[in-house]
């Protein structure tokens, strides 16, 4: 029965460097414009690829183990193992549970690398900061009046030898309206809230002759929409619910293959990417919501359901397939 194990994890471990690679191509396709601009320092370029290394390594782990999983049982299955331990009296269950540690060991490896990442993009206002504090540094050490752009975040830092930089853009929640120059530029955790000092603000013309011009030393806007992952969870949670709603789903998976006897690698694909797919929609949705941590708990119920209505959908439609040849054998 180890055999179905070595065989799950050796097909998570594969998926997962699959969607790996994937994930980390398609953010460096969206990273390479920033390296190659001139106006973008690579300080403020790192923590974004940062970000984007530990998005796709946490979208990995939620596919990878239960496709992984998916594909490990079908080729068990197909080969007659599963028939042959079947046959001996040993049911499904039984075998999924000798696959457990392997299932186990994955999960600890992924949370491991998880938090390797070290990123402060899993809070976005931390990570926002971290982008601005980068450009200023650039802007330090310039050596010419010149810009640093500091992408995301929508502002730029102005550059002058000898004086202190200050920081330039669009004033959050007034578009085209209004642009202001800072000393400083500082996010909340969930950046719905910017703190500014030493604040100078100019408007377009409210007519043909006037238009505003403010300068105070602290200055504070407010309601601004949420960006990037929430801040109400850690890394450290963020890994662990993770790897667990991965490994549970990849568990429930390789259960679902084995007892509906799948063999055919699209079959298998369907059961190891769909609830896949759906645990990582709610990830976003809640990441993108107000509501409280605990609601992330019904990430991995809502991935249980979603693999629950896949085997019993496959369930029905083999059960007419096989009334379909049943009738046609009578014929």
């Known amino acids: 029965m180890g055999k179905l194990g070595e ?34 320092p690579l300080e403020v370029a790192l923590p974004f690829a940062r970000a984007l290394g530990a998005a796709a390594t946490e979208a990995a782990l939620v596919v990878g183990a239960p496709l992984g999983a998916a594909l490990g049982a079908a080729s068990f299955v197909e080969r007659g193992d599963a028939r042959a331990l079947f046959a001996l009296g040993v049911s499904p269950a039984r075998l999924v ?34 982008l601005v504090a980068q450009g200023r540094a650039s802007c330090e050490r310039a050596t010419t009046p010149r810009s640093a752009e500091v992408p995301l975040v929508g502002v730029t830092w102005l550059c002058f030898p000898g004086q202190p930089p200050r920081v330039a853009g669009k004033l959050p929640g007034l578009a085209d309206n ?19 000092s030493d604040l100078r603000v100019v408007t377009k013309k409210l007519d043909e002759r006037y238009r505003l011009e403010l300068s105070v030393k602290q200055g504070t806007v407010r309601g601004l ?20 709603t991965a490994i549970t789903l990849a568990l429930g998976t390789a259960l679902s293959v084995l007892a509906l006897g799948i063999t055919r690698r699209l079959g298998a ?30 990430v991995p119920l809502i991935g249980a359901a979603t693999l629950v209505l896949l085997a019993a959908s496959a369930r029905l439609l083999d059960s007419s397939s096989r009334a379909r040849r049943k009738v046609l054998w009578w014929k």
Not at 7 to 22: E, K, P
Not at 23 to 36: D, E, K, M, N, S
Not at 269 to 277: D, E, I, Q, R
Not at 287 to 292: H, I, K, N, V
């Open 97 to 130: 549970a000798s696959a457990a540690p392997h299932l186990a060991a994955f999960g600890l490896l992924a949370v491991l690398v998880g938090l390797a990442w070290g990123s402060s993009a899993d809070v976005p206002g931390r990570f926002a900061v971290d």
């Open 269 to 298: 694909l369907a059961f190891g990417t769909v609830p896949a797919l759906g645990v990582l929609v709610s990830l976003s949705r809640m990441d993108a919501s107000t509501q409280p941590a605990a609601a992330y708990l019904a």
């Open 225 to 244: 929409p949420g960006w990037g992952r929430s801040a109400k969870l850690t890394v450290g949670v963020r890994s662990v619910l993770a790897a667990t």
């Open 7 to 40: 065989r799950i994890f050796a097909g998570a471990a594969l998926s997962m460097l699959v969607v790996l690679a994937l994930g980390i191509a398609a953010g460096t396709v969206r990273l390479l414009p920033w390296l190659f601009a001139p106006e973008v």
């Open 178 to 196: 209004a642009r202001f120059t800072a000393q400083s530029f500082t996010p909340s955790d969930d950046l719905r809230e910017v703190r500014l």
